[in-house]
């Protein structure tokens, strides 16, 4: 059963904590939700998986002609506005799917994106700009209408914290999705509902102004491969860890890059 997301309000910070699950995944080979989306990603090319993780570095595929199936673009650096007439134009005009977005910057906030065609998409809807308000009462109103959350980036503007996030229509397992969650209460989450057979599929860092806060989710998936994840890592020790799991035969599967009072943090998602 979903479960609704909920806000937190308690501003303890807790130190950095490693995680090592073994038997445990996040990618959704199982539900139609990735077919459309993660395994799309990872099955696709590349490119995919490479525009995926690198939404902090971004690429660009110019689409003046009709997109075919399988083709995709991606965008960084976008204003608001720029992004809003990229999303008109590439799912009004080409059929687009959105398959991942990102919020960033410091006053004046930037998205990056990557849009994917695909023959079949399920139904499925995208916001940016939300206060965390505004993504309460979207989160309600969609999954009420049958959606489940895919995609939850909180990003700092000048304005406050804002979310940018996807919900997509189709067969899912059980899952849960948080988000406002301080670092100690991310890492009780983690532990409660991996201890119930979840594993992390979405994480993403932001910073609200006083204190690193997570936005996360989680899914049951039966029969997952090997899964690690970490939060709150500098740029020197997301790089000793990736170095370590690659090694180990782990792949990256997602990372989220935040600002914390002035200092780089990585939170960041290994799957074999």
Not at 91 to 102: A, K
Not at 127 to 135: I, S
Not at 150 to 169: D, H, K, M, P, W
Not at 207 to 229: E, N, S, T
């Amino acid at each position: 059963m979903a479960q609704h997301s909920s806000r937190s309000l308690v501003i303890q910070r807790s130190k950095q904590r490693v995680y090592d699950l073994s038997s445990n995944i996040r990618k959704c080979e199982n539900i139609a939700l990735a077919a459309s989306r993660r395994d799309l990603l990872r099955a696709g090319s590349a490119g995919f998986a490479s525009a995926l993780i690198g939404t902090l570095v971004g690429s660009s595929q110019e689409a003046k002609a009709e997109i075919p199936v399988g083709g995709w673009v991606a965008r960084h650096g976008l204003t608001a506005e720029q992004y809003q007439m990229a999303f008109n134009d590439f799912v009004g005009n080409h059929g687009m799917q959105l398959m991942d977005v990102s919020g960033y910057g410091a006053a004046t906030p930037l998205y990056a994106a990557l849009w994917v065609k695909t023959g079949s998409p399920p139904a499925w809807q995208g916001r940016h700009g939300l206060t965390a308000a505004d993504y309460q009462a979207t989160f309600n109103q969609l999954t009420a209408e049958g959606y489940h959350p895919v995609l939850v980036n909180g990003y700092a503007t000048a304005a406050g914290t804002r979310f940018a996030c996807i919900f997509q229509q189709g067969a899912t397992g059980p899952w849960v999705a948080r988000h406002g969650l301080t670092a100690q209460q991310y890492q009780a989450a983690f532990d409660e509902f991996t201890s119930q057979g979840y594993q992390l599929d979405w994480v993403s860092g932001y910073f609200d102004g006083q204190q690193d806060l997570y936005a996360a989710i989680w899914r049951q998936q039966p029969g997952a491969p090997a899964w690690q994840a970490r939060h709150g890592l500098t740029p020197a020790q997301y790089q000793t860890t990736f170095d370590q799991l690659v090694a180990e035969g782990y792949r990256l599967e997602l990372v989220s890059g935040y600002t914390s009072g002035g200092q780089d943090h990585i939170a960041a998602i290994w799957t074999k």
